[in-house]
């Protein structure tokens, strides 16, 4: 074992070539996942920071509604004016840097978790956590993208390390509650998971009045004050963005506008998900773990059961206690004797074809596709009179943040309604109710028709009329998914409008 021996220099409080390894491992994981998630991985984030840095880009309605602080964006704004300021701000760089940061910090966060279980318990208890925590699929799949998710999960694992837990040696009140307070100006959601945690802590500490007015409250207002200086500065004016967050989500529940699900989503398919194949031995894990553990097994159903009660519900939303799972998972096969070798083989093999296919193949093509947009930047002639369109369900592709020039583009938007109406459709709904009817409205003008569409297959059929009468053809197509649903086709296809005499790319 790497960390039988103390000769070696320490990184982090552990041996300095198991920190190395896990670096290296999640740094070969982040360019292992070529594919999107959510959303919000680039919008809420990178494309932020590329307004931030470049003054241009696109804010969503969260920014102008006030329901988003600029503190994370601000990360990647701080790398994005560095890669700027040392002539360095090419479109990669601007992709990966940040994700190869995230990865870092995980990297970060794996370690801790690791640490923490060889305090509590011991180091072959510990390897088999840290296995758990690294082999985990949805792990890969989620801990180098650039989503709030994934850094609310790894500040909320590196607070665990300094949680006082009973038998660990490293907690530090102030540590982790700075931490997670943190964590609490990232996104507020964070305060679920740690509700049964602060309880916990609250009602075995002794001396209750310092706790709250020397530990608490004075990280609590040292580190809302910091946010409320940074928004104020992107804002504008004074806000506070985590209040505007929860009442939305959380209070008023207007989440639901992007879906909603049966109330035990969670439980029949949410957490079985995340989980994946850890799932016997996370059950047999709750079993055999010391009843100090206890809180953690209490912290993942009350989380769980918060959530569910939430009509819009993602599987990133339950990640933050993933790596609690991994504790009752390690002790799980910590236990097993005859069967260990084959449980490893098991997981390792099932979580890495999974992990492979999901991060390489599925849902790579919205990603794929603004290589080809970036093109028509690099095509000096082009600059001035390209335009794009992007006509799929919306935010399905990054913006500006993956081109970095700026290029004329659009795309069907989807605000929620704010007002009240009874009947509101947004942009895209109205688009995909007639979407011949829509474009012909939309661009009765040649003169306003955009240069190039991208359009998901199972759109081409319903439009092939607009795109012949306005002379658009095909002139790339990249590949998806394996997995088509609904508005989402297998592949994508980019139109690009051909003149008589004329070729506009």
């Known amino acids: 074992m790497l960390d039988k021996t103390n000769c070696h220099p320490d990184l982090l409080g552990e041996n300095i070539y198991l920190v190395l390894f896990t670096i290296a491992l999640r740094m070969f994981n982040c360019f292992l996942v070529q594919t999107s998630f959510v959303p919000d991985e680039y919008w809420q984030s990178l494309e932020v920071a590329h307004y931030m840095v470049f003054n241009y880009g696109y804010l969503t309605w969260e920014w102008t509604e006030k329901l988003r602080g600029y503190t994370y964006p601000l990360i990647f704004a701080s790398i994005y004016k560095i890669l700027h300021l040392l002539g360095k701000d090419n479109v990669q760089l601007l992709i990966w840097v940040p ?17 923490l279980m060889k305090q509590l318990e011991n180091r072959e208890l510990a390897r088999w956590v840290f296995f758990c925590q690294l082999c985990s699929w949805f792990t890969w799949y989620c801990c180098t993208r650039t989503l709030t998710n994934t850094m609310e999960t790894v500040l909320t694992t590196i607070a665990l390390f300094y949680y006082p837990l009973e038998g660990s040696k490293s907690m530090n009140s102030v540590k982790y509650s700075s931490l997670l307070a943190l964590a609490f100006i990232i996104r507020p959601t964070v305060v679920i998971p740690w509700i049964p945690l602060l309880a916990r802590h609250f009602w075995q500490e002794r001396k209750k009045f310092d706790l709250i007015l020397h530990q608490f409250l004075l990280v609590g207002f040292v580190t809302l004050g910091f946010s409320l200086v940074i928004d104020r500065i992107f804002i504008g004016q004074w806000t506070l963005v985590q209040f505007n967050f929860l009442q939305f989500n959380v209070l ?30 996370f059950i047999h894990g709750c079993f055999l773990a010391p009843k100090r553990y206890r809180v953690l097994l209490v912290t993942i159903l009350w989380t769980v059961l918060v959530y569910s009660m939430m009509s819009h519900k993602e599987f990133r939303f339950i990640y933050p206690v993933l790596p609690f799972c991994m504790v009752f998972c390690g002790y799980s096969l910590n236990h097993l004797k005859i069967w260990k070798k084959p449980a490893v083989s098991f997981l390792l093999l099932s979580n890495m074809l999974l992990a492979l296919y999901i991060g390489l193949v599925h849902q790579r093509g919205t990603l794929d596709v603004m290589s080809h947009v970036q093109e028509l930047c690099n095509k000096s002639h082009n600059k001035s009179s390209a335009s ?17 020039c700026p290029l004329p583009m659009r795309f069907l938007q989807c605000p929620p309604d704010l007002t009240g109406k009874t009947h509101y459709l947004d942009e895209a ?22 240069t190039h569409l991208i359009i998901f297959s199972t759109l081409e059929k319903e439009i092939s009329a607009f795109l012949i009468s306005r002379s658009y ?20 296809y980019i139109y690009e409008r051909k003149l008589r005499g004329k070729n506009n790319g």
């Open 388 to 404: 794009v369109f992007v006509i799929m369900p919306c935010h399905s592709t990054p913006y500006y943040s993956h081109v970095h």
């Open 473 to 492: 053809e095909k002139t790339a197509v990249v590949f998806h998914t394996h997995l088509p649903e609904g508005r989402t086709g297998s592949h994508i």
């Open 252 to 281: 008023q529940n207007l989440g639901a506008f992007y879906g909603s699900h049966p109330w035990h989503w969670y439980f029949s398919q949410g957490f079985p998900v995340v989980v994946g194949t850890h799932l016997p031995f």
């Open 429 to 450: 709904d109205e688009f995909y109710l007639n979407p011949l009817n829509w474009l012909y409205k939309e661009f009765h003008n040649n003169s306003s028709l955009p």
């Open 99 to 115: 994700r190869l940061a995230q990865a870092l910090l995980s990297a970060v966060a794996d370690v801790k978790l690791y640490s």
